[in-house]
């Protein structure tokens, strides 16, 4: 074989220009490009964020009658769940909001390159299907619950800095509110939960997106929803149970039983190395992340077989 | 090496058969222009050799099979599928940025150099910029990649005139040099004409001319004849028959070119005129 060689001596570029691109770089270099595409996927979370802070922020105008969220009012003698409680909301607020841009992002990944044809682009370039439709999973598995738990984590510091700077406006003791909240528990418990939850238990919902979205000639949505609701009624009519209903709420619901804690994960739920060790032998998991690899394998193969729409 | 082997390249969707047993060898350094009517097979070949579609029959692309090998093809081929593919929301930086990122053979220099010839500003989004602009980004793109192997599918399908010069007078004179090899395909058949070194007409998934330029030029001419002299013409058994204003031309294989000046002026046939006379032979003999 001569033509690397040939090839590498004609090259005009710097000398040592590197002929094989690690795959490293060109996973890099494909997430950078779904961040580049996807703006949403910062920008819709970071507005739910602002919008809350704004609720937040005339919830503590004394002027206002509206209260949401913390009210240093009503404060005085009463337990820690007060205290928490918006900032309980806002996590809650944001990780809906992550779940519903994931649904999108994932329903268009593979779907919109086909529809407007720039799949020929992309495939005229080194990269291949499993590299590209892996860092397309990467954004919900892993990018987008980092940066729901970093935006998260800005809009409390600033809740907790706008109730500070209140209540020193008003004479009142700042250090109440601060000894009152978990801060260290809570942002430990948040990101477990972003990654464990969001990001693992939830793959197959992301996995079995993508698929749609490589397969869809045209409304993934539909083709996203319906299939399962289908079989749901099915089997509902034709053996009047509900197995398969119950297992997509038991991973939409959040977590293995076992482990303390769902859909409230601000709740007074203090994070041990038990519930860790518990939630990655749990069997459901691994049965997930199985069938996320498969809903995978089978995206990657009909990207590689689909022509443009 | 041949830059390019198939033997019995065979594609089929359904019932309807896209490829029907193709040979085909193109050397390095040639410039081959792949030219067929609506659905004859020119996409679906270009898409076998790209790898982009499964096929029977054997193909070899710089020594690869492109189906099974098609990520590492890809560092030594490059290709134009159709105009504006370019995803629109992407910005002339980014682009730049993201190929340079993953393409191992990839010159940004050479990229920029280009880009500066043009209007193109560097944080325009493609959805911004005018077709021509868009075909002239792809240019600098794929131009600045070290290929051996170009493929170009309707490169500049619905560009004016004065792109479309321009398209190919970059690629003659920026690109193409004796080591790399341009297959392209496009209905502008007259302005390639001056392009290319190889000629293949395909028809119906099969090929029904494939010849060097020289070799067409100098055995196909045309001759306006005379009314008065048509029967003698015709006895020499012209392979097309046409008539433009009135007057008869008729197009020859293999005929001396003093015997045919006495009927008439002489040409060399051009390849568009070439291309109808050879298809519609072709389709009234599949027709009877």
Known sequence: MTIQTDAVSSFEGSVGVPVVIPFSRRFYWSVRRELWENRSLYLVPLAVAALFLLAFLIGHNPHSHVHIGFSPNSMQGQGPQVFEQPYTIVALLLMGTTFLVALFYCLEALHGERRDRSILFWKSLPVSDTTTVLAKASIPILFLPLITFATVLVTQGIMLLLSSAVMLARGQNVADLWSHLPLWQMSLMLFFHMVAIHGLWYAPFYGWWLLVSAWARRAPLLWAVLPPAVVAVVEKIAFNTSHFAALIGYRFGGSPEKVPFTVGPMSMGVLTASDVVQFFTDPGLWTGLALTAVFLAAAVRLRRYREPM | ?288
């Open chain 2, 1 to 288: 090496m041949a830059c390019i082997e198939a033997h019995g390249l065979r594609k089929a969707f359904g019932q309807k058969i896209a490829l029907d047993g193709i040979d085909l060898q193109v050397e390095e350094g040639r410039i081959l222009g792949l030219i067929g009517p609506n659905g004859a097979g020119k996409t679906t070949a270009l898409n076998a050799i790209l790898g982009l579609t499964p096929y029977q029959g054997q193909l070899k692309v710089l020594g690869r099979e492109p189906w099974s090998d098609r990520d590492r093809l890809m560092c030594d081929v490059c290709f134009i599928s159709d105009v504006a593919v370019l995803p629109r929301w992407i910005k002339v930086s980014q682009a730049l940025d993201y190929v340079a990122g993953v393409h191992p053979r990839f010159d940004r220099a050479k990229a920029e150099a280009f880009l500066a010839k043009t209007t193109i500003h560097r944080n325009s989004k493609v959805r911004e910029l005018s077709k021509g602009m868009v075909a002239q980004l792809h240019l600098a793109l794929v131009m600045a990649i070290d290929a051996k192997l170009l493929v170009l599918d309707e490169p500049t399908l619905g560009l004016d005139i004065l792109y479309r010069k321009q398209f190919y007078d970059s690629l003659l004179n920026d690109y193409f040099d004796r080591s790399r090899t341009i297959l392209l395909t496009t209905h502008q058949v007259e302005e390639i004409e001056h392009v290319l070194t190889d000629v293949v007409f395909i028809n119906r998934g099969r090929i029904v001319f494939n010849r060097t330029i020289e070799e067409m030029e100098s055995r196909y001419l045309e001759v306006s004849v005379r009314p008065e002299q048509l029967a003698a013409a015709r006895a020499l058994k012209p392979i097309y028959e046409r008539e433009v204003l009135g007057r008869s031309i008729l197009l020859f294989d293999h005929v001396d070119r003093r015997q045919l000046g006495a009927f008439g002026e002489v040409r060399t046939a051009g390849i568009a005129d070439l291309f109808v006379a050879i298809i519609e032979n072709q389709n009234s003999k599949g027709a009877a």
